[in-house]
């Protein structure tokens, strides 16, 4: 049953005597914060995070890779052992197909421009290709395909020294697909498969006026064909990109020209596959943003609505975590200020629903950075319900400062729901509330998570 579009809920439906009861518990975002302190990994390195079929979560941290169980255990896996391996290990893990994890270094390998790597479930660790300036330097944003062949991007190198697109089997044949000269784009920072089977992506600088670019790669045809698309009013410097439940692409950029209705100091982008870029939320001071290439910085939860990271932005200057509904609207959700980690670098929704997340700074003495969950809300849950002398008194459990609305209404009607009491603050787990009816009538309550 549908109360409003925005709302979820859970009903319950209750006969006391001849008084007919149905409740409807909705809720809006809540902000539980906790981080796992990295006291012997250092992630000051632009590092993300991914969460495996087994549970765990994967991440690199300079010249590690480590795992990290839901509970907070950190394990060291495995790291280059020279620098042939590859060096400064950058960006997300991937779970191959094949079992093995995949990733990058920026620097390192036979020919000093960086390596995709394999680590194997014993911890073996073997640079597949090692890249040079003539076929790229610095690989990162690996995508697996079907046929198993991996997929990614160098941020320079190639012929013009401004980055190129490439394909690696993962027996280390390496081919070039698209090579970026500056006015299609340089940098790029971002890939990812689409729905429609073709690689998009975006480039830190180039194009026009060197304020960046996005780009498409297709690759159905034997010849793979660049399709590069300008930043020339809609923002600049992109530096991340993901396809949204409606087939939009959606990204974050440093700075907005055109839309500059007010001092932004960057911007939330949508754009058509076919490159028609508009501009979806900007972002002022209160919550700056400083996307750097190779952050996985925004997301679309389960709930629809975006989530991404900053890398500065007032009060503290050392990052926050905000939210973007689909439709713009902007809310900051967690100020970090270094005592619960500084400078967020990756962001993602785990199995249990939850967000989390790398600091590249923590709070250990030797600052080397945390994971921090943002746990997501979960409905009231009716705990008991009690007739006593003409009143019924709801309990429902709650969010610790949280505000609560209680509501009835004679019928399902949207519009017809009336305010029960004011809202009511949480000053412990659970809330009560008592209403006086008629028990020969029908009266349906819902209670609402107040943002």
Known sequence: MEAGNSMKRVTTFVRLASLALLFLFTS???????????????????????????GNFYGTAQNQIFQVTPDGVKTFLAGPSNMNDGSNLFGAVLRGMDGYLYGT??????????????????????????FSMTNGS???????????????????????????????????????????????????????????GNLYGVTHSGGINSLGTAFKVMINGTTPTLISFPFP????LPSTLIQGNDGYLYGLSEGISYFAVQSYAGAMFRMTT?????????????????????????????????????????????GSLFQVTPSGTVTTLVSFTGTNGAFPSSLIQAADGNLYGLTQRGVSSNNFGALFRLSLPKEPVLKNLTPTNGTITLTWNAFLNKKYQAQYSSDMNPTNWHDLTDPITATNAMISTTDSADPQTSRFYRVVLLP
């Open 233 to 236: 009013n809609n923002g600049y």
């Open 28 to 54: 809006r975002l809540h902000a539980e914060f906790i981080f796992t302190n990295f006291s012997t990994l250092d992630t000051s390195n632009e590092n993300s995070l991914i969460q495996d079929a087994d």
């Open 274 to 318: 076919n490159g028609n870029i508009t501009l979806l939320a900007g972002l002022s001071h209160t919550n700056l943003i400083f996307p750097d290439p190779g952050y996985n910085s925004l997301i679309q939860a389960s709930d629809g609505n975006f989530y991404g990271l900053t890398f500065g932005g007032y009060p503290t200057d050392k």
């Open 138 to 196: 610095g690989p990162l944003s690996l995508v697996q395909a079907k046929d198993g062949s991996l997929y990614g991007v160098t941020f320079s190198g190639g012929n013009s020294g401004d980055g190129t697109v490439f394909k690696l089997t993962t027996n280390g044949f390496l081919t070039t697909l698209a090579t970026f000269i500056g006015t299609n784009g340089a940098q790029p920072s971002s890939l990812i498969f689409g729905n429609d």
């Open 105 to 130: 270094s920026q620097s390192g390998g036979t020919n000093g421009g960086g390596t995709v790597f394999r680590v194997g479930t014993n911890g073996s660790f073997t640079a597949i290709c090692s």
